[in-house]
């Protein structure tokens, strides 16, 4: 696993201090200084708005690609990144440390650059993550993946259809969901990306968000709705 990797290069390093003093860096400094060169076009303005940090980041980093002309292979690399955090969660919360210094990130970026797989054209994404170790934000990278994605299906005119379970659901049961949503006019005629989430706290049942809706079929909801019933007639 990537977290095994990672914390093999920069425990050492990690284990030789004991104290570590940071300094505050502007989350945007790096992002300006790297792109400020190009004036900004109505082209490669991002299809939908996005909040966050980790939205500001994704939303940078898509303006610089299509400006590059590398938004295909950005897209796959970030998918690539996105898969590694997937298989092997301990890497978000490495990416986190407090203790990491400018040589461990050095060595991280390096590791997460090998597992892109060599799609990455003109080191767009190279630069991103170099971008982020500079301004102290590795630990934002798994939500930059999640809000590119996010950028990307605006753009091929995709809707995500998210639907939150207690416990994981079957391929079969998405799949059933999909075309039932996909035929109603919460889709709007647009094609549907799946995105599958679980929150046992949610009890039973299903959430499902499509663009600005949400449908609340959960079992937490229905408790919520009977207990106010209770307090109201009490």
Sequence with gaps: MLSRQVRLLVLPSIASRSHCAHRAVSP???????????????????PVALFGLDGTYASALYTAAVKTSTLDSTSKSLAALA???????????????????SGDKSQIVAELQRHMGGVDKGDTVKNFLSTLSENNRLGILEGVCEKFATLMGATRGEVDLTV????????????????AVAKS??????????????????????????????????????????????????
Excluded: C, H, W
């Design 28 to 46: 945007l400094l790096p992002l300006l200084r790297t792109y400020a060169q190009v004036a900004p076009s109505q082209d490669s303005k991002p």
């Design 164 to 179: 939150t379970s207690a416990s994981k659901l079957d391929p079969k049961t998405l799949q059933r969901l999909e075309t």
């Design 185 to 234: 006019e919460y889709s709007q005629g647009k094609k549907l990306k799946v995105v599958p989430k679980v929150n046992p706290d949610i009890m039973g049942g299903l959430v499902v968000e499509i663009g600005d809706r949400t449908i609340d079929l959960s079992v937490s909801s229905k408790v919520s709705k009977m207990n106010k019933l209770l307090t109201d007639a009490l």
């Design 83 to 101: 898969d590694v955090f997937k298989k092997d969660p301990k890497l978000a919360v490495i990416l986190t440390a407090p203790t990491l210094t």
